[in-house]
């Protein structure tokens, strides 16, 4: 880990300095040696990282939406050239050129993040070892490794020996303890959000291969996490820790806010979106219409959520329009009408036959 985290000793500068500007603020809050201010500064980082990376997030999520709608043309070429590997990857590269989508996408906001997580191991590596590094003095390191978090030092780790925490003013018992439950926390968030991705915001109408290697997925990260995780310092398992808790608020926002369509959380979010209609008679809010405006635009191609959507909005009588706004329908149609020639064009009735009229029989036609 060390090694590795050397490779991004170049940024170390700027992590550093950034961690020292917000340990100044916490710093004159809690006390510039408090655990508090070192701990809050290193959330504050992973936050204002995590905003800078709100638009990467943005692409991810539209990544990994359209690797959701090319599985089952992917399983077809997978199938057609099942012997003939070149082929297949080459018909592979030509579907994400076509399509405009790019696998590495979904991983944008993880890579993005690495050369921010591996400084900081960098950085409270140093500080363990009671060494300066980026602009932390030696007031600074001093004051750093005097900081704990519920009695574990932000340098501190899970394998550390007893000599080793002593050294930092600490229990071999408080860092154990104190690592070994942020290391489950730690897990159990990644495990947390990967499952409601997979229960609520998976298109459940297409079976394919990426839905299994998402399952295994759900899986192997939190236990990937669990074995790293006791060789992170408290500090990189604050940093890990918050911005796991942050992608599953992120998720969540956008599982409530923006389902993927065919998923539990779209029929979920349309139903909500239908008592919305009903009771304002309208729908109100720029999100909602462009997602009514979306269904719209799909016509034939909409799925069961959508469809259900629209039926359940004609029995109330009512119509989705193509600007996403939702009208009654006999507006709607006087609009069509309107549209169509100024005049709304009326069934003309048969005229109403006297009784005797009535019951005379037709005449039959004379023969000649």
Known sequence: MDTIASLFSFITTPVSWVIVQFHSLYGAIFGPDSGWAWGLSIVSLVVLIRICLIPLFVKQIKATRGMQALQPKMKAIQERYKNDKQRQSEEMMKLYKETGTNPLSSCLPIIAQSPFFFALYHVLSAIANGQTIGVINQSLLESARQAHIFGAPLAAKFTDSAEKAASLGASITDVRIVTAV????????????????????????????????????????????????????????????????????????????????????????????????????????????????????????????????????????????ADGSVMKSSEATADADAASGGVATKRQQPKRQTKSKRQTPPSKPSKK
């Open 182 to 321: 942020m290391i489950v926390l730690m897990s159990l968030s990644q495990f947390y959000t990967q499952r409601q991705l997979m229960a609520k915001n998976v298109d459940l109408s297409v079976k394919t291969p990426f839905m299994q290697q998402q399952k295994m997925l759900m899986y192997i990260f939190p236990l990937i996490f669990a074995v790293m995780g006791i060789n992170f310092p408290v500090g990189v398992l604050v940093y890990w820790l918050t911005t796991n808790v942050w992608t599953m608020g992120q998720q969540m926002y956008v599982i409530n806010q923006n389902p993927t369509p065919g998923s539990k959380a779209q029929d979920e979010y349309l139903t909500r979106l239908l008592k919305h209609v009903s009771t304002h008679g309208n729908v109100k809010g720029r999100s909602k219409k462009k997602i009514v405006a979306a269904i719209v635009a799909k016509g034939p191609d909409r799925n069961d959520n959508e469809r259900k959507f629209i039926t359940a909005l004609t029995k109330q009588g009512m119509a989705a329009q």
